[in-house]
């Protein structure tokens, strides 16, 4: 399998990554090259074998419902780019 | 005057219980050293100038959260970052009275072999500064070989502890997944990521997974320990079973000199009275990589979703929402970042996901399932943890897929959530060779007693020629 330019625009959107026209032809290269590598997986016949999704045998635990110390508000907007009140504020947009 | 470049952690401890030298003594020397030898290796993107504790110090990489001092897991995108909390292996360090020198240099978002990656410039290899100090964790490594640090905190993925450690001829650790929280630890690979040590000795080693080992409630995902941490007190190995994979003994890419430095311990091993056996891991070491490069960009791409220019970090100037999310990420993320979204993006969506992410979960049985057969006959693995010794920086930075072979050795086990520990194990051609031993599951005990063993058998300096 190989990713055209078209498919790169549209991975590159589902990711939220502008991709640059200088970068496109760059970027496909570089992809087909790492596909083809690790498209080795498909090689091996594993219709019979399990997923594996983490590496320990551990099951769902939940913590109790308990209340413990969290971050205060100034402590939350402490890194924020930019802020109101106590809101984090961003430039406007309807469809993102 | 102490001298640095010998100290291990254990002796600085010394130091300070008999009262030889005070802790701010202690911090001080690495400071001066620090100023001394930082500026041609560069392993620190912070310095920090003082650290409360009462204890001695220790380096921290920067992919893991320090309340109040800057974290950017090397990364223009979280330039100027600064936790309001601490990770839970910090809390655990400083309960302990240690004190941090700062935060060590890596890989953009721990994504490399070699630093190079670093949106902040790469490190520098301390026996020879024209190579690399191997990554991600290469800052750390490279502070702890030139007494930049008494032993340092790494972090490993897919070989991001054991790679570095094995360029630049010092100990490290990757724990059983599981062992040690990854709470306030930059995200990359979830299932994979885990903090570990980097030190001069195996016994440092050991001492320091003890510090930082078992159950969090803020990480779900770990585990107390079964058995406790048992620091290696002597040199008996006499009994223990270790196989030799041949596949990663024998890849295509190990060189001559790597194989004929981990062939001379492996001969150690059985004059110590352990028992050494031929074994083999076909699929693993064949499909390992593959199935890396799969599921840990899958993870990635969801996990750096987060770096959106809201919260924290860096935003780029835009007029409308989705513009300013596209510029943010174009402009903060570099290059491997960016692949690995893309990657992991493609691998995840709908037509592919089952040829690709689905597929390489399930070749992850097949590693954990070949790894487990043969824990029932060894007690541990042994091989060389890189292909290579240290390579000049810039030989494989325009080609990923050179890159990424870097860590063909040790991203079998990491799938598998096998511990591995990287010792020294001799040099070829005037730079350090690393072995690495690899055991079952919370099977470190075994690991620090055969790493233990073989490091006073082969006596290596753990001081770069250049600086003795």
């Excluded at chain 2, 400083?94 to 072999?113: P, Q, V, W, Y």
């Excluded at chain 2, 979204?341 to 691998?347: E, F, P, R």
């Excluded at chain 2, 292909?387 to 890159?403: I, N, S």
């Excluded at chain 2, 005990?445 to 073989?454: I, K, M, P, Q, V």
Aim: aromatic letters at 6%; hydrophobic letters at 35%.
């Amino acid at each position: 399998m190989a990713i055209d330019r078209e498919q790169l625009l549209h991975v590159a959107h589902l990711a939220r990554l502008e991709v640059g026209e200088h970068e496109i032809e760059r970027l496909e290269g570089q992809l087909n090259d790492i596909l083809a590598a690790v498209s080795k997986v498909s090689e091996l016949d594993l219709s019979d074998v399990p997923p594996t999704s983490h590496p320990l045998e551990v099951v769902n635990v939940s913590a109790a419902d308990e209340p413990r110390p969290c971050l205060t508000v100034e402590e939350a907007l402490a890194n924020a780019p930019e802020r109101e009140g106590d809101f984090f504020k961003v430039p406007p947009g309807g469809t993102a | 005057m102490i001298d640095t470049l010998r100290l291990t952690a254990e002796e600085a401890n010394a130091m300070l219980t008999q009262g030889d030298a005070s802790s701010d003594e202690i911090y001080r020397a690495y400071l001066d050293a620090i100023g001394v030898r930082d500026p041609e290796l560069h392993c620190y993107l912070h310095v920090c100038e003082n650290d409360g504790g009462e204890g001695i110090p220790i380096a921290v990489k920067d992919v893991i959260g320090t309340k109040g001092i800057p974290t950017t897991a090397g990364s223009k995108i979280l330039e100027g970052y600064t936790p309001v909390y601490d990770s839970t292996v910090v809390e655990r360090l400083r309960a302990r009275g240690l004190r941090i020198l700062g935060k060590t240099n890596t890989d953009e978002f721990a994504m490399g072999s070699s630093t190079e990656n670093s949106a902040f410039g790469p490190s520098h290899n301390p026996w020879d500064p024209s190579r690399v100090p191997g990554g991600s964790g290469g800052g750390s490594a490279a502070a702890v070989s030139a007494g930049l640090a008494p032993w340092a905190l790494g972090s490993d993925t897919g070989g991001s502890i054991k790679q570095p450690s094995a360029l630049c001829g010092n100990v490290g650790l990757r724990p059983t997944y599981g062992t040690v929280s990854r709470y306030g630890i930059v995200a990359f690979a979830s299932s994979l990521d885990q903090v570990g040590p980097v030190a001069r000795t195996v016994r440092d080693c050991a001492f320091l997974y003890s510090v930082i080992a078992g159950r969090d409630e803020c990480d779900s995902t770990t585990v107390e320990l079964p058995r406790p941490v048992e620091v290696p007190q002597d040199e008996d190995v006499r009994g223990l079973r270790v196989g030799v994979p041949k596949e990663l003994n024998e890849a295509e890419g190990i060189e001559p000199g790597v194989t004929e430095a981990v062939r001379a311990a492996i001969a150690k091993l059985e004059e110590l009275g352990a028992e050494v056996g031929e074994c083999s891991l076909p699929l693993s070491v064949e499909y390992g990589m593959p199935c890396y490069y799969l599921i840990a960009p899958a993870e990635a791409s969801s996990n750096l979703a987060r770096y959106d220019g809201v919260r924290y970090g860096y935003r780029a100037d835009a007029a409308e929402r989705l513009e300013m999310y596209q510029r943010t990420r174009d402009e903060g993320f570099g290059d491997e970042p960016k692949r690995r979204i893309l990657v992991g993006t493609y691998a995840l969506s709908a037509g592919y996901y089952d040829a690709y992410y689905g597929q390489a979960q399930k070749v992850r049985t097949v590693i954990k399932r070949e790894h487990d057969a043969l824990f029932e006959t060894f007690d541990a693995l042994v091989s060389p943890t890189s292909p290579t010794v240290a390579f000049p920086l810039g030989a494989r930075t325009a080609d990923p897929l050179a890159m990424y072979l870097s860590d063909l050795l040790t991203i079998p086990s990491c799938m598998a959530g096998l511990p591995g520990l990287s010792i020294p194990c001799g040099l070829s051609e005037g730079l350090p060779v690393g072995l690495q031993l690899v055991g079952p599951q919370f099977a470190e005990n075994t690991l620090f007693r055969l790493g233990h063993a073989l490091e006073r058998a082969i006596g290596f300096d753990t001081v770069p020629e250049r600086l003795r």
